[in-house]
């Protein structure tokens, strides 16, 4: 014959079996991965993703810098363009015989003079920023690239932790 207690040890077994031991660390972690090919490689760790989602923001801005200022360089060498297509014209119609006339359009000549060699220097510059980042693209392809980690981590960096 069954007491209660029998029945009550026997109805938890049941239970176990039935349930399984699902436990929460069982299950397994969501991850995502950087880039669009097949994550591969050990997971990053938080400092890892924290370093990677920095320079993938960096990346983003210095990116909307790059294009700006390649469009402003784009002006400006269309309003050089423009000046030296005027001073041609105007070397047409000078007067020759007037001092006065020659030196302006010599002044007119060596302001243009200038306007290049500062649209020069600025393209130097870009150019040395462009490389920057060519740099800085690859060390992230290398370092970040279709790597593996895991959504908590993310978010827990987002929330600032």
Do not use: W
């Given at each position: 014959?069954?007491?209660?207690?029998h029945?009550?040890?026997?109805?938890?077994?049941l239970?176990?079996l039935?349930?399984?031991?699902?436990?929460?660390?069982?299950k397994?972690k969501?991850?995502g991965?950087?880039?669009?090919?097949?994550?591969?490689?050990?997971?990053?760790?938080?400092?890892?993703?924290?370093?990677?989602?920095?320079?993938?923001?960096?990346?983003t801005?210095?990116?909307?810098?790059?294009?700006?200022?390649?469009?402003?360089l784009?002006?400006?060498?269309?309003?050089?363009?423009?000046?030296?297509?005027?001073?041609?014209?105007?070397?047409?119609?000078?007067?020759?015989a007037?001092?006065?006339?020659?030196?302006?359009?010599?002044?007119?000549?060596?302001?243009?003079?200038?306007?290049?060699?500062?649209?020069?220097?600025?393209?130097?510059?870009?150019?040395?920023?462009?490389?920057?980042?060519q740099a800085?693209?690859?060390?992230?392809?290398?370092?970040?690239?279709?790597?593996?980690?895991f959504?908590?981590?993310?978010?827990?960096?987002?929330k600032?932790?």
């Amino acid at each position: 014959m069954r007491t209660p207690s029998h029945c009550g040890a026997l109805l938890l077994i049941l239970t176990l079996l039935t349930t399984g031991t699902g436990h929460a660390a069982d299950k397994p972690k969501k991850q995502g991965a950087f880039g669009t090919g097949k994550a591969v490689g050990a997971y990053l760790t938080r400092d890892q993703l924290r370093a990677c989602m920095t320079q993938r923001d960096r990346a983003t801005q210095v990116d909307a810098d790059l294009k700006q200022e390649q469009a402003a360089l784009a002006d400006l060498k269309a309003q050089i363009a423009s000046s030296g297509d005027a001073l041609k014209l105007q070397l047409d119609v000078v007067d020759r015989a007037s001092a006065d006339a020659v030196a302006a359009y010599n002044e007119q000549a060596q302001a243009r003079d200038k306007e290049i060699d500062a649209y020069q220097a600025r393209v130097t510059a870009f150019n040395a920023r462009v490389e920057a980042r060519q740099a800085e693209r690859e060390a992230y392809a290398k370092n970040c690239d279709n790597r593996r980690y895991f959504e908590e981590d993310e978010i827990a960096i987002k929330k600032g932790k």
